[in-house]
């Protein structure tokens, strides 16, 4: 079998860059795969050159432009990891938190609304946390209307959820394939240790949870942000190739993962169960 060939759309990351991501770029490579980082912010795209030229490509938080193109490689039948349209949902919060509800996943009362101002009576039965609808952005709890009154959001919709005090720190969980990872954080992360938080083993119910959210998404990349509140748990966010930051080895696992699915590819196989087994290669 011929060696897979993967792109990696991603931005340029300076010396002193904490990714995990150039890491796995040279563990590919190590590995024998061919890799080509793409950047397409360096210069102008012919639009007409913009064809599949790779066994797979991985579509990580990225630019709008990068976001366009690969939707554009995405209707000419590419390989992607994690798929352009479940990237798209997962920047989505309104989208991304009404696939949640349907799969079962306990998620706090969600609204959303055209401006903050509809959104006052509301808080006649508590606060509520104001996010962005867009990945990014500043979250804002709010718990009066002229509070609410000073909220500045660049585009609607408003999208709000009922606020729940977190009993301690927060729970990141991280999926690569079938390994579940939790780690707790305090919020906010300031130091470097912060950001790596401490791991913790996940319960019975938590690892229902995780995969209910991958389940939902047809993925096993992702990470999720879960709080505890009154003895309760519920998912506040999930997005697509997460940091993994506080995965032991996650540039190694990662690498493995993307390798598999490239294989899989080349192979003619589907690729949603990519990960699910190690590579010789990484051995």
Known sequence: MRR????????????????????????LADAGAEVDVIHPLERAVDLSQVRVQHDMYVLRQMSRLSLSLAGVLHEQGAVIVNPYPVTVALRDRVIKSRVLQLAGVPTPTTYVASTPSQLAPLLEEGPLVIKPYQEG??????????ELAQVELDR???????YHPPQGRDCKIYVIGEQL???????????????????????????????????????????????????KAYVVDMDSIPGYKGVPDAPLLLARYF?????????????????????????
């Open 156 to 162: 609607d919709p408003v999208f709000a959820q009922r």
């Open 181 to 231: 990872f939790g780690v707790k954080k305090v919020f906010p992360r300031r130091t470097q240790e912060e950001k790596l938080g401490e791991p913790f083993t996940l319960t019975p119910e938590l690892s229902d949870i995780a995969r209910r959210c991958g389940r939902a998404f047809e993925i096993d990349l992702y990470g999720m942000d879960v709080i505890e509140s009154d003895g």
């Open 4 to 27: 897979p060939r993967i792109g990696f759309l991603l931005p340029h990351y300076g010396s002193h860059s904490r990714s995990y991501m150039p890491s796995v770029v040279r563990a």
């Open 259 to 283: 390798y598999d699915v490239a294989e899989r590819a080349v192979e003619g196989r589907p690729p949603s169960s990519g990960g699910r087994r190690d590579s010789g290669y990484f051995h």
């Open 137 to 146: 952005g500043q979250v804002k709890i709010v718990r009066t209307p002229a």
